[in-house]
Each structure stands twice: as C-alpha cells, then as structure tokens.
C-alpha cells in the first residue's frame, strides 16, 4: 500500500546542484528514522544522509558540508539537497524510511520498511 518515490534526479555539471525529493510519506505512521542511499555500479550501497524523528542529521564525511538532508511535514515529503557536485556522486540515489507499529503488547513494536525504487544522478561534463 505504501510506495516510496524518489524524484529530481538527472545530469548536472562538476559544481552544479540537484534537489532529490521523496514522496509518499502521509500514510506512514511512526516514522523513526528517514534517509537518502546511493550505489553506483561496481559498488556497495552507502548512507548518504538521514534524520531521525528528533530531528538529528548525520551524514557521510564526503557530502558533509555539501548535502542537507530535510522533512517537510506539510507535504508528507523530504528532501536532499545537494551543491557543489562532484562526479564521485554520480549513482542512482534512494529514500528509506524506517517506520515502528505498536504491538498488542504494551511496549512492542514492530518494524517497517520502506524503499523508493531509486533516481539516477549524474555529474558529468
């Protein structure tokens, strides 16, 4: 029923600037965890950026300084934006969201997962 989509990818030049958008978010209840993967071939998966519900960001030290990650609650969507691209950059870029249901019992809680099928980013001249 719940669907992650990921938009505003594409081709941008060494320096230029892209915003990703994930979308699909207004149905999930108790998120607790919210983050943009990358993984360009030949390579393994990586966190680029996430926010916990708190409101705490962390990012990897490459797009530290480059890269914001946020929510915007309004639309049910959040975001990364990203400056100063470089090509090491270039993947197909994907939202997660971690989610927690209550359990029958008190103090239970049970996982969910959400993947968005990914937006391909390229930083090329």
């Known amino acids: 029923q719940v669907q992650l989509v990921e938009s505003g990818g594409g081709l941008v030049q060494p320096g230029g600037s892209l915003k990703l958008t994930c979308s699909g978010l207004g149905s999930i209840v108790g998120i607790n965890f919210m983050g943009w993967y990358r993984q360009a071939p030949g390579k393994q998966r990586e966190k680029v950026a996430s926010?916990?519900?708190?409101?705490?960001?962390n990012y990897v030290d490459s797009v530290t300084g480059r890269f914001t990650i946020s929510r915007d609650n309004a639309k049910s969507t959040f975001d990364l934006q990203m400056s100063t691209l470089q090509p090491e950059d270039t993947a197909v870029y994907y939202c997660y969201v971690l989610a927690y249901e209550r359990g029958t019992t008190p103090g239970r809680f049970i996982p969910h997962e959400y993947w968005g099928q990914g937006t391909q980013v390229t930083v090329s001249s």
């Open positions: 926010v916990t519900s708190g409101g705490t960001t």
